[in-house]
């Protein structure tokens, strides 16, 4: 399969004559959309059609890293968005719909979507917490929860995604809370978790990342012979309303988000984040 080292290889491919049949105003701006995996080379009707055959219809590249996946699976929803009803998503999710835009309450938090997918906040969102919002829109059928939480493991399809799951998300969440355990509690604070209990976790709270999506997060400090622990529960339903990797995201993004604010509080980054910086 051919290769493409930067926009400009893909670009060479194309008449540069700008039509904008593939929807894109320029080649160029085309070119960059298939070199980041957005597009499919076939999009452009004028482009050869070996050529074409020979990527498979697919993209150039495909994105090397987690984040360039995310991103790339984010720019898919958003064009996905456009063909969605979002008066009645609104009424189906437990959202709003006002002036072309649908929002809903993430982590406490007003978010409003738009019909391109644009995403307005006054939270700083990233592509990992955009992916389960878009996702929630698009695909939720806006089930009430059960009130029966469960281990992430424990949802449907959710065995095999734990172990990224303990890594992008418990895991770095664990970490604040032994290194500052108040900042913790503060972070929940901002992110409206409510106090609950769960057994004899030292830290109990539920958290909404979406309105019909709730999240229990338990902490247990380290005691003689017991090391700390952190688990996040999600509602038995939990995956009715968000499939399974973008609640994996999910999680991610608020991990991200956490440890974003931990570090302007004065906590140093965590190898994780001093790899993605
Ligand atoms: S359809 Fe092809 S030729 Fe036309 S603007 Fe897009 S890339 Fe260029």
Same mark, same amino acid.
């Given at each position: 399969?051919?290769?493409?080292?930067?926009?400009?290889?893909?670009?060479?491919?194309?008449?540069?004559?700008?039509?904008?049949?593939?929807?894109?105003?320029?080649?160029?701006?085309?070119?960059?959309?298939?070199?980041?995996?957005?597009?499919?080379?076939?999009?452009?009707?004028?482009?050869?059609?070996?050529?074409?055959?020979?990527?498979?219809?697919?993209?150039?590249?495909?994105?090397?890293?987690?984040?360039?996946? *995310? &991103?790339? /699976?984010?720019?898919? $929803?958003?064009?996905?968005?456009?063909?969605?009803?979002?008066?009645?998503? @609104? +009424?189906?999710?437990?959202?709003?719909?006002?002036?072309?835009?649908?929002?809903?309450?993430?982590?406490?938090?007003?978010?409003?979507?738009?019909?391109?997918?644009?995403?307005?906040?006054?939270?700083?969102?990233?592509?990992?917490?955009?992916?389960?919002?878009?996702?929630?829109?698009?695909?939720?059928?806006?089930?009430?929860?059960?009130?029966?939480?469960?281990?992430?493991?424990?949802?449907?399809?959710?065995?095999?995604?734990?172990?990224?799951?303990?890594?992008?998300?418990?895991?770095?969440?664990?970490?604040?809370?032994?290194?500052? *355990? &108040?900042? /913790?509690?503060?972070? $929940?604070?901002?992110?409206?978790?409510?106090?609950?209990?769960?057994?004899? @976790? +030292?830290?109990?709270?539920?958290?909404?990342?979406?309105?019909?999506?709730?999240?229990?997060?338990?902490?247990?400090?380290?005691?003689?012979?017991?090391?700390?622990?952190?688990?996040?529960?999600?509602?038995?339903?939990?995956?009715?309303?968000?499939?399974?990797?973008?609640?994996?995201?999910?999680?991610?993004?608020?991990?991200?988000?956490?440890?974003?604010?931990?570090?302007?509080?004065?906590?140093?980054?965590?190898?994780?984040?001093?790899?993605?910086?």
């Amino acid at each position: 399969m051919p290769q493409a080292r930067s926009p400009m290889d893909i670009l060479k491919l194309f008449d540069k004559s700008n039509c904008r049949q593939c929807n894109e105003p320029t080649c160029l701006a085309f070119a960059a959309a298939v070199f980041k995996g957005r597009k499919p080379i076939s999009d452009c009707p004028r482009v050869d059609k070996e050529l074409a055959e020979a990527f498979g219809g697919q993209p150039v590249e495909q994105p090397r890293t987690s984040e360039q996946e *995310i &991103e790339a /699976f984010m720019h898919r $929803l958003q064009e996905k968005i456009s063909g969605v009803d979002l008066a009645a998503a @609104a +009424d189906r999710l437990g959202a709003k719909y006002e002036n072309g835009r649908l929002t809903l309450k993430v982590l406490g938090k007003n978010v409003s979507v738009d019909a391109d997918g644009k995403l307005y906040s006054d939270i700083h969102t990233n592509p990992w917490i955009a992916v389960p919002i878009l996702t929630y829109i698009i695909d939720g059928a806006g089930k009430p929860p059960s009130g029966q939480l469960v281990p992430f493991r424990e949802l449907k399809n959710g065995g095999p995604g734990y172990g990224l799951f303990r890594q992008r998300c418990e895991k770095p969440l664990k970490k604040i809370a032994d290194t500052d *355990i &108040e900042l /913790f509690t503060n972070l $929940l604070d901002i992110f409206n978790a409510r106090p609950t209990e769960h057994l004899d @976790a +030292d830290i109990a709270r539920v958290m909404h990342p979406l309105p019909r999506v709730p999240m229990m997060i338990c902490y247990w400090k380290a005691e003689e012979g017991f090391d700390s622990n952190l688990q996040l529960y999600f509602d038995k339903v939990a995956d009715e309303n968000l499939n399974v990797q973008s609640i994996n995201a999910m999680g991610a993004g608020i991990a991200r988000m956490f440890e974003k604010l931990a570090e302007k509080h004065g906590l140093p980054q965590s190898e994780a984040e001093r790899q993605r910086a």
